[in-house]
């Protein structure tokens, strides 16, 4: 704020109203993660009844013991741990040589060819015909069909364009050339190591992507074995959504199994998803000005 001048009515006004806004965005953000967190150390019964609505009731760590003695949670929590590293490192290794191609003045047809990406952002070939692709190169139900199909990002690779184009000075890259660099040479040696903010953001956003994916999984993998953790909570979810609602006329002892089993499934479930989200949240605060200068690079079009 500019010391001397003096805020008028509006504006604090305005003040006011942007302090409210931003605390009741916080509010509509925070809620759910407080909820859930609570809701993981809960007796189910109180989280059920709607009794637990903020703070824990009946605090029970029954959720995350069964997490740690499920062996299915930790195979998927290992898969998604293989395709997120692995799905970035194919992801980053087909963005930035594209980025930097298309960045390039003297790429003949760099023009034609940011068209032709352009256009797959808006039109498709679909489902099916994506699936027959797949079959047709025996990747289904393998780890190739998780990190191939979607090894690169159009908007990534615009936005790592735009940082080329706009960060990386043109009389460096020609000083190189004269010096006798190959483009291979400038590409790894020069360009890469000026070229780790964008790095970082590419691998924060192509990462976070691959942690939370799961409709590929769901579409091309038919081996639990090889299911994503999103996939095993999915089935979690499934299985307290079918228990909750039966069928048919029941006894008595069976109605209290079945409810019994429904409420355990619906204390692993929050337990999972909190053993899920706590890697992304433990490395965003260690990302976060990369994520910030991500967004800026991207706002800049050229």
């Known amino acids: 704020m500019l010391t001397g001048v003096k805020e008028t009515g509006r504006d604090k006004l305005f003040l006011i109203c942007n302090y409210l806004y931003v605390f009741a965005a916080f509010l509509i953000v925070f809620y759910p993660v407080v909820y859930i967190v609570s ?73 034609f060819f940011t068209g032709m990406f352009m256009v797959t952002m808006f039109f498709g070939g679909g489902l099916v015909p994506t699936y027959l692709l797949v079959k047709q190169l025996h990747m289904v139900n393998t780890v190739w069909a998780i990190v191939l199909p979607s090894a690169a990002s159009i908007w990534n690779i615009i936005v790592s364009r735009t940082f080329f184009q706009s960060s990386i000075p043109r009389e460096l890259q020609e000083a190189a050339q004269i010096d006798g660099a190959t483009n291979m040479k400038l590409f790894v040696r020069i360009i890469l190591p000026l070229s780790m903010p964008i790095i970082a953001v590419m ?42 609602q039966g069928g048919g006329v029941i006894d008595s002892s069976t109605a209290t199994a079945m409810n019994t089993k429904a409420e355990i499934a619906a204390l692993v479930k929050y337990a999972v998803i909190i053993v899920a989200t706590v890697p992304v949240i433990a490395v965003y605060p260690f990302l976060q000005r990369y994520f910030v200068q991500g967004v800026m690079i991207g706002s800049i079009k050229g």
């Open 39 to 111: 809701a993981s150390v809960s007796d189910p019964k109180y989280v059920a009844s709607g009794e637990m609505w903020l703070w824990p009731k009946g605090i029970t760590f029954d959720g995350y013991q069964r997490v740690l003695e499920n062996s299915n949670i930790w195979i998927g929590y290992w898969n998604t741990i293989v395709y997120t590293v692995l799905g970035t490192a194919i992801n980053l290794a087909v963005t930035l040589p594209a980025a930097y191609a298309l960045s390039r003045k003297d790429f003949v047809g760099r023009h």
């Open 203 to 244: 691998a924060l956003f192509y990462g976070v992507g691959n942690w939370n994916s799961y409709f590929s999984a769901l579409i091309y993998l038919n081996d639990n074995a090889k299911y994503p953790l999103q996939l095993v909570l999915r089935q979690i979810l499934v299985l307290q959504e079918m228990s909750a």
